[in-house]
């Protein structure tokens, strides 16, 4: 399923999950979401137990959920994160 959240989010709460994050066999775990990134750096995964994002390059995108209600909950998760760090 697609969805959209914007770029001047996403980028800043990786970052933020990576300077706050505990960092785990390469993941970066902080309030419920995890952080990481693929072999070369390129695409970047935000993830919680029901929501998958892939963000890669030129701002492409593809989120993995069953029910909005689930991608809302993660919405929140990560403006959450980014207003409180």
Request: charged letters at 30%; zero cysteines.
């Amino acid at each position: 399923m697609k969805n959209s959240l914007d770029s001047k989010l996403l980028l800043p709460v990786f970052e933020k999950i990576r300077q706050h994050g505990k960092l785990t066999d390469g993941v970066y775990h902080l309030n419920g979401i995890n952080a990481y990134t693929d072999f070369d750096g390129y695409t970047l995964y935000l993830e919680d137990a029901l929501v998958k994002l892939s963000y890669g390059f030129h701002n492409q995108y593809h989120f993995d959920y069953e029910k909005q209600s689930e991608f809302e909950a993660f919405e929140k998760k990560l403006q959450n994160i980014d207003k409180e760090y």
